[in-house]
């Protein structure tokens, strides 16, 4: 019994000194791991939240975090066209109140003003510091000399008519200028009826929403007279009218190849990346089109976009911030360039636009050869974005009341009237939460 007995404890006593080793083997590769993983990363992936889907903007942050040594799990929150903006942003809402919500809160088509004042959002003050984002352009995510948030890239906005049409386009913005332009040259609009249709309501009807009745009506109406006008001086027939906030995502370089190769008209477009710039100044020299970057009280006007927030309560508070500084370094915003974007950074947009070279592009037509960009052309871009900027953020709710009511009217179900008095009572309630 005694022989047996020890036999039976020898037995059980191998395996808890195995388990033992393993433990200790364990805890040292951990140890050892931990020491020389690179400052600032943490072992988990970083979870990125976007209202609206864009593949140019996905492919970003994905590839910046694949640069960053890291992996991003990238989830828009609006995946069809039915669904409202303000229900994806009480979602959003949600998510940020979980312990277990999104690192990363992409800002784009969002007022950034309500997160900022709710104490979410943390202090990036260190990135924005040495970042060259205009100061008009950081304004609008800092509050007592803290920064919320930063955008890695930039839209622009240009006017473009036929070259033949008068010597210049009109110096003051809006778009009832540029339909009056259009009209007085016997000009016709292209193809992007909608897109102008959204690029006018965030550019000028948007931001002058302030809640107030009066104020608010009469530029609902002035605007949704202006769709009408619009939509009857269209090259193309529409049956109905289809406004939605996600139409900025048409390919503006249409509308331009349209007017360069023959076609009389005139637009009302975006620019996102530098071989838009590089096909402008292509049509511009053979005399295709002529076109002026938009304006308002004589600045330009800029809308920022990837604009990056971090979450204060997130769990990967340190990736999240890693991540930010690389996407606003030099070598991140080249990475913007190579995506079709139009980087923030001014300084390294002018190194950017330096560098580029002729390049053959496939276009609706034919294949284009670019020009590089003449460092005339870049002084003049770089220098007036420097010295007179302005910059607007855009709400998709705003932009999905305003135009679901410009639908109503403009496909004849209801009145000019009960479309703006609708518009108006929906924009009370919202400014007012």
């Given at each position: ?60 942050l ?7 040594g ?26 940020l ?5 999104p ?5 784009d ?18 990135i ?22 930063l ?8 006017y ?31 193809n ?58 048409l ?45 308002e ?20 508070r ?7 500084r690389?996407?606003?370094s030099?070598?991140?915003?080249q990475?913007?360039s190579d ?27 034919n294949?284009?050869t670019l ?7 870049v ?6 974005l ?14 999905d ?19 703006v ?13």
């Amino acid at each position: 019994m005694r022989t047996m007995k020890k036999y039976n404890h020898t037995v059980s006593v191998i395996p808890r000194v195995i388990i033992l080793v393993l433990v200790f083997a364990l805890t040292s590769t951990l140890m050892l791991y931990a020491y020389h993983r690179p400052s600032g990363t943490e072992a988990a992936d970083l979870k990125i939240c976007m209202m609206n889907g864009d593949d140019n903007l996905s492919g970003l942050l994905t590839s910046a975090a694949s640069d960053c040594g890291i992996t991003a799990d990238i989830r828009q929150v609006v995946t069809d066209y039915e669904m409202d903006a303000g229900d994806a942003r009480k979602k959003i809402n949600l998510e940020l109140m979980s312990s277990t919500g999104p690192d990363i809160l992409i800002l784009d088509d969002m007022d950034p003003t309500p997160y900022i004042k709710s104490g979410k959002l943390l202090d990036l003050r260190s990135i924005a510091g040495d970042s060259g984002v205009p100061a008009a352009v950081k304004q609008q995510f800092t509050s007592e000399d803290k920064c919320f948030a930063l955008p890695a890239a930039q839209t622009l906005f240009v006017y473009a008519a036929d070259g033949s049409a008068g010597r210049e386009l009109p110096n003051t913005s809006g778009l009832g200028t540029l339909l009056r332009f259009a009209q007085k040259n016997n000009l016709y609009f292209g193809n992007a009826y909608d897109n102008i249709a959204a690029i006018a309501c965030r550019l000028y009807v948007e931001p002058r929403l302030t809640g107030v009745r009066s104020s608010d009506r009469r530029l609902l109406r002035d605007f949704y007279q202006s769709l009408q006008r619009l939509r009857g001086q269209s090259r193309q027939k529409y049956e109905a009218a289809s406004f939605q906030r996600l139409n900025m995502q048409l390919n503006p370089l249409f509308s331009f190849e349209g007017i360069g190769h023959g076609g009389t008209g005139v637009s009302m477009d975006y620019l996102c990346s530098i071989e838009d710039f590089q096909l402008l100044q292509l049509l511009s020299d053979k005399d295709r089109l002529r076109y002026r970057l938009a304006e308002e009280n004589g600045r330009i006007i800029s809308m920022p976009c990837c604009i990056v927030a971090v979450n204060k309560n997130g769990a990967h508070r340190s990736t999240a911030v890693k991540y930010l500084r690389y996407l606003m370094s030099e070598e991140g915003q080249q990475l913007v360039s190579d995506s079709s974007l139009l980087p923030s950074d001014l300084n390294s947009l002018s190194g950017i636009m330096r560098r580029t070279t002729e390049s053959d592009r496939i276009s609706e037509y034919n294949t284009l050869t670019l020009p590089a960009l003449r460092s005339r052309t870049v002084r003049l871009l770089t220098r007036d974005l420097g010295d007179r900027l302005t910059s607007r953020v855009t709400d998709g709710v705003l932009m999905d009341i305003v135009m679901t009511e410009a639908n109503e009217y403009i496909n004849g179900n209801q009145t000019l009237d009960a479309a703006v008095e609708r518009a108006v009572n929906r924009i009370r309630i919202v400014r007012s939460e």
